[in-house]
């Protein structure tokens, strides 16, 4: 399974982007995905993952909407209301053995993408 993660960039704060993450190798309708995310100096920490219906760390909830589009075999998160500290390199995950109960866990999941910068300025 790979995962390509993609649509970071150089965003003002109160903006939006979309990250996507293609996979191949993988179903994500049959498969956990899972968006984690790191800041300079700081562990690796749950953003969002989808399997029936998505979860979304407290500090993301209400701006961030993570979906998936079977066709493309393909995750996206939609990232609205953007603060400074959102600013991270944002990892897709595949967890094709991942239960509910360790959705936000990041030993849980198996392939992880490359990461793609995300720079929120104030």
């Known amino acids: 399974v790979q995962l390509q993660a993609s649509g970071g960039g150089l965003v003002q704060a109160g903006g939006s982007l979309r990250l996507s993450c293609v996979v191949s190798g993988g179903t994500v309708s049959r498969t956990v995905m899972g968006w984690f995310r790191q800041a300079l100096g700081k562990e690796r920490e749950f953003v969002a993952a989808?399997?029936?219906?998505?979860a979304y760390a407290d500090s993301v909830k209400g701006r961030f909407t993570m979906s998936r589009d079977g066709a493309k075999n393909t995750v996206y998160l939609q990232m609205n209301s953007l603060k400074p500290e959102d600013t991270a390199v944002y990892y897709c995950?595949?967890?094709?053995?991942?239960?509910?109960?360790?959705?936000?866990?990041?030993?849980?999941?198996?392939?992880w993408g490359q990461g793609t910068q995300v720079t929120v300025s104030s």
């Open positions: 989808i399997k029936g219906y998505p």
């Open positions: 995950a595949a967890g094709p053995s991942v239960i509910l109960s360790r959705m936000r866990e990041r030993a849980a999941y198996n392939y």
